[in-house]
């Protein structure tokens, strides 16, 4: 009888074994992985449900069991981030970014995310490498740029002043509108009793409140009467001018709630009228859907033009929500209307307001800003919509800054914002604008450029009222603090000097807090030319216009400040026309401005005229010489030369120093 070799058997028997083990393996393998992907499969279902609780908890235990998957750690930080949970989407995003695989759009968010934590320098590293992995989209570079604004902004905050609203609660309350002239605001709170929003908040969903503003503050704010607020979400709000009209945002819900394919109530707008001291007789708006949202409104102030935030597919949409505004007319809205390239962008535009002057304020996550959303102003021009410019710190923060709206005068006005030390997730703001402007001046040497100290400046409220006076430093500066909503004119003096030209500023609508300006002087000189500003005749003639008679009444007081000073007044025209014609009329020029003068009091020995006609041009423009209407105009000028100083006035020209 043969026997099997003994190590054949047992070399048999271990490949048996290990073949055996690696099958179990491999099935526990398979099935591990097959569990795996059913909870990411949920998660996923979870997430495109809006149900972010669940999804959440559904990631977590993905990454509990396989903490390198790419995608449950990217789907959670988006949870994060579309939650406003921005501390922990920083958190998960560093996580994405710092495996293989993740994507250029990734990169993008971990730079959102560092901005709101105010870690500047490397949110502008990342937002550079998205630039860099995707040139298609202009956000990068551009929000990399917007880092290095951000000092300026912070140094220009004194022009606003905040203050928490007294009534803000421990949830959101948010975007207000301004009702009956400014006397009460309406906005969105979950402070309500209804329906629990658990997919999302945990918090009960949004109703309509309004709070009236009495000599000692708002009123604690109560529900708005009517049939507006139902179980589901409502607000922000828009009321036309004669606020009988209102316009809101709700979820699609009237007799019943509507769901989109995917099982999602979207947002509408809803119009409502006031009929017997309630609001009634609500309807949605022809281009809401069930598979879209349309939301946040706000009204032209002619009520002509309704503007909106949507996702709605559109041929001129940009990503995101986007800004659209329809024509409202008689019988019905025109189509929507994408507020174009220079407005939208990849990322989400959102909290329109319209003001009564024509500016759209709005909240962006994609400008120049300091994180999370920042409030922008853009106006139309030639029939665009565009020049966006950053409001401005401390309205703008770190944080999510939306849903402003500004008074008549845009001095005060109300924002939102989810910014640390509120009351509530979102919170409503009160802001002022500082009810002055600062005037920085400085004086200088008109031919030198130096500065001039010691000058005597005057502050004057149009049309002559006197307001304050200042002296310069040795550098030739001055300041002056100006109140708003006025006109001035500012003059300088100094004993040996001639002012070349007051400044007319206003402060009616300023657009900053400071002021700048710079006041030229000449010295009082044998042989120094000094052009009078301002001085025009009408074309061919030699009269005194009432705008030249105003500067030469300025010139008139500059005598009488110097008995005995003697002048030589020159009249100059430009190369039109034949030299003969000219010389005649800077001569007739030149005599008419000295009888007026004269007329004012001067004595005639004092003062003569002599007009050069073409002959002493100040540029190019000679005869035969193609200039520009701009060109001509510096040579039709009006002049003195100090031809004897006045007792006891002995100074040189300044270039003469």
């Known amino acids: 009888m043969n026997y099997p070799n003994s190590t054949h058997s047992f070399s048999l028997l271990y490949k048996i074994l290990v073949c055996f083990l690696l099958s179990v393996l491999m099935i526990v393998a398979t099935s591990d992985a097959n569990a795996q992907g059913r909870k990411l499969r949920k998660a996923d279902k979870a997430f495109s449900l809006f149900q972010f609780e669940k999804a959440i908890k559904g990631y977590t235990k993905v990454l509990n069991k396989r903490p390198d998957n790419i995608k449950a750690l990217g789907k959670l930080a988006d949870v994060y981030r579309i939650t406003g949970d921005y501390e922990n989407a920083l958190r998960w995003y560093a996580e994405v970014v710092s495996q293989p695989g993740h994507t250029a759009i990734q990169k993008f968010y971990y730079a959102q995310m560092l901005r709101t934590a105010q870690q500047y320098d490397e949110a502008k590293k990342y937002y550079l490498e998205y630039a860099k992995a995707d040139s298609t989209d202009p956000r990068g570079k551009r929000l990399a740029d917007g880092i290095d604004l951000i000092p300026k902004w912070i140094a220009d905050s004194s022009k606003f002043i905040i203050r928490e609203f007294p009534h803000n609660s421990p949830v959101s309350d948010f975007?207000?509108?301004?009702?009956?002239n400014d006397s009460?605001?309406?906005?969105?709170?979950?402070?309500?009793?209804?329906?629990?929003?658990?997919?999302?908040s945990g918090s009960p969903f949004l109703d309509i409140f309004i709070s009236v503003q009495t000599d000692t503050g708002f009123t604690t704010p109560?529900?708005?009467e009517g049939h507006v607020n139902k179980e589901y979400h409502e607000g922000p709000v828009a009321f036309d001018s004669t606020y009988t009209v209102m316009y809101f945002t709700r979820n699609n819900y009237i007799k019943k709630k509507k769901k989109s394919k995917e099982g999602i109530m979207k947002l509408k707008v809803f119009r409502a009228e006031f009929v017997d001291g309630k609001w009634t007789n609500i309807f949605d708006l022809p281009f809401n859907s069930d598979e879209y949202s349309v939301g946040h409104p706000t009204l032209s102030h002619d009520g002509r033009y309704l503007f909106f935030a949507s996702d709605m597919p559109h041929d001129d949409a940009r990503g995101?929500?986007?800004?659209?505004?329809?024509?409202?007319?008689?019988d019905g809205f025109s189509p929507p209307v994408n507020l174009g390239k220079d407005v939208n962008t990849k990322g989400d535009e959102v909290f329109p307001f319209m003001h009564k002057n024509g500016t759209l304020f709005f909240a962006s996550d994609s400008y120049e800003g300091f994180g999370g959303l920042d409030i922008y102003s853009a106006t139309k021009t030639d029939g665009e919509w565009g020049n966006v410019t950053n409001v401005g710190?401390?309205?703008n923060s770190h944080r999510d800054d939306f849903g402003l709206i500004y008074?008549?005068?845009?001095?005060?006005?109300?924002?939102?914002?989810n910014r640390p030390g509120g009351s509530g997730d979102d919170d409503i703001y009160a802001f002022d604008k500082k009810s002055k402007v600062v005037l920085l001046g400085k004086v200088i040497d008109k031919k030198t450029r130096e500065p001039i100290p010691d000058a005597l400046v005057r502050l004057m409220q149009v049309p002559a009222e006197f307001i304050d006076s200042a002296t310069t430093d040795n550098k030739g500066k001055f300041i002056f603090d100006l109140p708003l909503k006025q006109d001035f004119i500012v003059t300088s003096e100094k004993y040996g000097w001639f002012l070349i030209s007051p400044k007319e500023i206003s402060t009616h609508q300023p657009d900053k807090d400071t002021i700048e300006m710079v006041l030229e002087m000449q010295r009082i000189s044998v042989g120094e030319v000094i052009k009078l500003e301002n001085i025009y005749y009408d074309f061919d003639k030699y009269d005194i216009r009432p705008d030249a008679a105003k500067e030469l009444d300025r010139f008139v007081d500059f005598m009488k400040k110097y008995p005995?000073?003697?002048?030589?007044?020159r009249s100059h025209t430009d190369s039109r026309g034949s030299d003969t014609y000219n010389m005649w009329l800077s001569q007739k020029r030149a005599e008419s401005a000295v009888s007026y003068i004269v007329s004012k009091g001067i004595n005639k020995s004092l003062i003569k005229a002599k007009g050069f006609g073409e002959s002493v041009p100040v540029n190019h423009c000679v005869n035969n010489v193609p200039c520009t209407e701009e060109e001509h105009q510096l040579n039709r000028r009006t002049e003195f030369v100090v031809v004897k100083q006045?007792?006891?006035?002995?100074?040189?020209?300044?270039v003469d120093k």
Request: hydrophobic letters at 40%; zero cysteines; a neutral charge.
């Open 320 to 330: 995101g929500q986007d800004l659209y505004y329809v024509r409202i007319k008689d």
């Open 407 to 417: 008074n008549e005068d845009i001095i005060n006005g109300f924002f939102s914002s």
């Open 175 to 180: 975007s207000p509108t301004f009702f009956k």
């Open 564 to 569: 005995g000073m003697v002048v030589e007044l």
């Open 184 to 200: 009460a605001i309406v906005f969105p709170s979950a402070r309500g009793t209804g329906k629990i929003d658990n997919l999302w």
């Open 646 to 654: 006045p007792e006891g006035l002995k100074v040189k020209s300044s």
């Open 393 to 395: 710190y401390p309205v």
């Open 222 to 224: 109560v529900p708005l």
